[in-house]
């Protein structure tokens, strides 16, 4: 007997941001938007509020999400201007810069200002022990953690791409992510998801109404008329429509920790249009935050995230023109607000928030657009209704009460495995902070005050002091960040691991010593190897 194709599963999505268009199109692709069994996908995006298009700089794991997607990567880089990003360049976050320094925006060391790599390569690991005991026993002599166990900063630092014309997409020798224009990757992002089944509609959800038992009944649009669906997602942005505004579901303040809760963003030019793009997003520490500042092929992204209990919007927007310099003349900078933090559930009833709805807590090491990823992925993975092999309803009663129940236990499933995530880069951003040893502010006492400093950082931060960071300390589904970015931002602050009790453990000096050798006498011949950034970028815009 042949079984009845039941009618699709229907998700709404509200917001046509980064976060409505990846999740579109990544649950598109992976539930089979359309196609039988599959899922009908709406997104409803209101034409009366904008997108905060400024999330430009993102984190490896978007290769993937990408490849997962389907987009061409020469497609994206073209069509969202998109550019390499081999990590994150740190100045003056360590040490307060010299008095007489004047600001840098040079690329590499510049005298009177402290600086450090975060690089996405992994640390080298040949056919030796792993290097960084013998890097902290003084196995490689003074060369800092991250230019001793990767050749990524040398790559980096001559301006190269990781990549070469010739690799595959989204392969490469090095580990990249990428800069783009926030915009044109929402745009992109749009046309890959209809291409992929969902149905855009432009309007506005005006009334969210429950449905008495915790969840979302239907969305009232005055364009569109109401809108059900079996699952809701929440992309209305900093406006939260559902999570927030409907379901009222609390927020958790991060603020006592991480302190930003502003930004002022502005576009500039490069001096020369030739100039050379850098593929690492230059990160600067101020008297009350720091400035991004992003290399696309034509422009320059730039702000300055900041503490409005430490500084002044007036202020703030002098230190960002001071960075800045001549560039900035003319040119108008944008106040965002945002306030640290995440909902304490992000899937409740029958509504999952993703993006800024959901949480964030400030640009730095972009982990607002890994957050949509992470959550686009999970959503995938603990679709209530199953993704193999179609959607079936049985009889309603039975199908009801056993959605009810399935989405119940997905909810609490999802929410622990989320809560921990973003408790675990609180820590990994704050780290960034109070390991500074600058006391020139308030803004850099205060980071440094215990009382700022989560317990499970501190007591972290008390056992690395006599031993290096172990696998145990790390939990890997709870983790965005591995244990190697760990490594590159505590030893690039300078934290102290003395090994020296425990030296007598650490035997293999000798085949440590030959790989910092080893790899030292390779990096002149990599970078070689490799094509600039301005050229390549180039040559994948004109040629695909
Ligand atoms: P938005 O872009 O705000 O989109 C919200 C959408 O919801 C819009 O389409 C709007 O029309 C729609 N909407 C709202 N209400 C309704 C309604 N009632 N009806 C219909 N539609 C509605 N992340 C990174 O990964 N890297 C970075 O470098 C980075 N830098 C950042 C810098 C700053 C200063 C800030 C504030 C954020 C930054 N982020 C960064 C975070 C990143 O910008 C966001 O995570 C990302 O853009 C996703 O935003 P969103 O889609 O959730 O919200």
Redesign the pocket.
Request: aromatic fraction near 8%.
């Given at each position: 007997m042949a079984v009845a194709r039941a009618p699709e599963r229907r998700i709404v999505i509200?917001?046509?941001?980064?976060?409505?268009w990846l999740t579109a199109a990544y649950l598109a692709r992976t539930l089979r938007a359309g196609a039988p069994g599959g899922v009908d996908i709406t997104l409803?995006?209101?034409?009366?509020?904008?997108?905060?298009?400024?999330?430009?700089?993102?984190?490896p794991t978007i290769r993937s999400t990408l490849a997962a997607i389907g987009i061409d990567e020469a497609r994206f880089l073209r069509e969202s201007s998109a550019t390499f990003k081999q990590g994150i360049h740190f100045v003056d976050w360590a040490e307060t810069p010299a008095p007489d320094a004047s600001p840098t925006q040079a690329l590499g060391a510049v005298p009177g200002h402290s600086h450090y790599f975060h690089p996405f390569n992994f640390p080298h690991q040949g056919n030796g022990p792993e290097l960084l005991p013998y890097w902290l026993l003084g196995g490689a002599g003074d060369a800092p953690f991250a230019e001793a166990v990767t050749l990524q900063k040398a790559v980096a630092d001559a301006s190269r791409a990781p990549k070469r014309p010739v690799d595959p997409p989204y392969h490469a020798p090095l580990n990249y992510a990428y800069h783009f224009d926030?915009n044109r990757f929402?745009a992109l992002l749009r046309t890959v998801a209809i291409e992929l089944g969902v149905r855009h509609l432009v309007?506005?959800?005006?009334q969210v109404v429950l449905d008495g038992a915790g969840g979302v009944a239907r969305l009232d649009?005055s364009d569109h008329g109401a809108l059900t669906a079996d699952l809701y997602i929440d992309?209305?942005?900093?406006?939260a429509?559902i999570i927030g505004r409907a379901l009222n579901v609390p927020f958790k303040s991060c603020q006592d920790v991480l302190f930003n809760d502003r930004?002022l963003?502005l576009q500039v030019p490069y001096d020369q249009p030739d100039a050379p793009i850098p593929s690492y997003?230059v990160a600067t520490a101020h008297e009350a935050g720091w400035t991004?500042d992003?290399g696309l092929n034509d422009r320059r992204g730039t702000?300055y995230?900041y503490s409005s209990r430490h500084s002044d919007d007036t202020r703030a927007e002098e230190v960002l023109r001071r960075y800045l310099g001549p560039a900035a003349q003319g040119r108008e900078a944008r106040l965002?607000k945002?306030h640290s933090g995440y909902r304490t559930a992000q899937w409740v009833g029958n509504c999952v928030a993703?993006?800024?709805?959901g949480g964030?807590f400030?640009?730095l090491e972009?982990?607002?657009?890994?957050?949509?990823e992470v959550a686009a992925h999970m959503i995938a993975q603990f679709f209530p209704w199953g993704v193999q092999g179609g959607v079936q309803r049985g009889a309603q009663g039975e199908d009801s009460a056993r959605t009810a129940a399935s989405m119940a236990a997905t909810a609490r499933t999802y929410n622990a495995l989320m809560g921990k995530r973003y408790e675990r880069i609180v820590d990994f951003l704050k780290l960034h902070y109070c390991l500074s040893r600058r006391r020139d502010s308030a803004y850099w006492r205060d980071n440094a005050d215990p009382a700022t400093i989560p317990e499970a950082l501190r007591d972290r931060l008390a056992q690395w002091a006599h031993r290096p960071p172990s696998r145990y300390d790390f939990v890997a589904d709870h983790e965005t960040f591995l244990p190697a970015s760990y490594h590159y931002i505590l030893y690039g602050m300078g934290f102290k691991t003395d090994l020296e009790p425990s030296r007598a453990l650490y035997h293999r000096m000798d085949e440590a010593r030959h790989e910092f050798r080893g790899l030292r006498a390779v990096t002149p011949q990599a970078v070689d190897s490799l094509p600039t950034h301005r050229a390549l970028v180039e040559q994948v815009y004109r040629h695909g």
């Open positions: 509200v917001g046509g941001g980064t976060a409505g409803i995006e209101s034409s009366d509020i904008g997108i905060i298009g400024v999330g430009e700089g993102t984190f926030a929402a309007g506005t959800v005006d649009t992309c209305s942005g900093f406006r429509e930004a963003a997003t991004w992003i702000g995230v965002l945002f993703v993006g800024l709805s964030f400030e640009p972009s982990t607002g657009i890994m957050l949509i």
